[in-house]
Structures are given as C-alpha cells and as structure tokens.
C-alpha cells in the first residue's frame, strides 16, 4: 500500500477530492510513463524549461532589433517580461509548499504534501513550472500575433499535458501553473497600460 500523508482532515472537501484524485490519475499514469511515446513527448515538453524559454525570447528581441521590426522585438520584450513574472511566482508558491511529483509515488510509493521545507526537485511537484512557463509565452507572444494566438494556446496545453503521463506532475499542478501563466500575462498587460498611460501624458 502507497504511503499516503495528505492533506488534514479538516481541509475543504473540495481541495481534498482533488488531491485523490490527482493521486488516482497519477497511478494510472506510471502505467504508460515508459512507453516511448510519452518518454518522446517528454524530451519534447523540455522546451517549455525556464532556459529554452527565456533563449526563445531572447532570439525573439534580437531578431527584432536586428531586422528592424519593432513589432518582434516587442514581442520577445513581452515574453520575456511575462515569463520572468510567471517565474517569480511560481518559484514562490513551490518555496511554500512541499508535494512530491507523481514519479515518486510510483517509484517509492509515497505521497507527501505540507508546508514548505525541501529544496529537492522532487517535492516541488505544485505549481508546474513548465506550464506556467508555457502559458505566459503563449498569451505574450499571442498579443503581438493574433492570428499564432491560439496555436500558441495549443503548444502549451500540449506542454502542460504531457506532464502528467510523464508522472511529473498532477493536473492540480497543472492548473495552477495554468493560472500562474495567465495572471502573469494580465499583470504585465496592465502594466504596458499603466507605462503607455504616464508616456502620453
């Protein structure tokens, strides 16, 4: 039987039906988590990383600036500015709270989750940064090219998936990071607002 130390018993209910049922998806995933296709698409989501992203925008100021398109560089001034956000933030909440990703449940089987103390990747499971990663890029990139906006959504919902069959990540982790992503994306919305509003004056 799995070591389970969850959440209290006096928790919301809500919040702890979603926790078993992450744990219940989490141990149907480690059925498919060696199979090449999801091992694939894993390697692949490893482009959402922090460093491949903030690479991608930084190509993106560069091709801007260098061709002379103003409309590029400010879009990889926008992805990077949304991501460093996204990063802030979900660098924070990971800090606060200890949850051990889904791998070590299937590995060890144990499942933990209390108040920040560990450092180790492996109890940072909540937030999912590579979907916070990829979801602020999306909605940043997106602003400047309408027509790629929901292409973009797309890549990134593939890249927050796949976490979970790669055992990861919950899809608890999943939506926070989700919401990590695009309340990045409207903060530094409201700020461009914020710095054309003081420019114009």
């Known amino acids: ?38 091992k694939a698409l894993g390697a692949a989501s490893d482009i959402a990383d922090q460093p491949p992203l903030v690479a991608i925008s930084l190509a993106t100021v560069a091709i801007g600036l260098v ?18 956000l996204a990063t802030g933030i979900k660098t924070v909440v990971k800090r606060s709270v200890d949850r051990t990703r889904p791998h070590v449940l299937a590995e060890e089987g144990r499942y933990l989750v209390r108040k920040g103390q560990e450092r180790d990747s492996r ?12 979801v602020a890029i999306a909605e940043a990139a997106g602003r400047s090219f309408p027509r790629m906006a929901w292409p973009l959504r797309a890549w990134a919902a593939t890249m927050a998936a796949i976490q979970i069959p790669r055992c990861a990540h919950y899809p608890s982790d999943i939506a926070a990071g989700a919401l990590i992503g695009l309340g990045s994306d409207r903060a530094v919305r409201l700020a461009e607002k914020a710095l054309t509003g003081l420019l114009r004056r």
């Open 1 to 38: 039987m799995p070591q389970i130390d969850s959440l209290p018993s006096d928790a919301p209910k809500a919040i702890i039906a979603i926790e078993k049922a992450d744990i219940a998806i989490a141990e149907h995933a480690a059925e498919v988590t060696d199979s090449r296709i999801v």
């Open 123 to 134: 109890y940072n499971s909540f937030p999912s940064g590579h979907t916070a990663g990829a």
């Open 67 to 84: 061709a002379r398109r103003p409309l590029i560089a400010i879009a990889g001034a926008r992805m990077l500015a949304t991501h460093a």
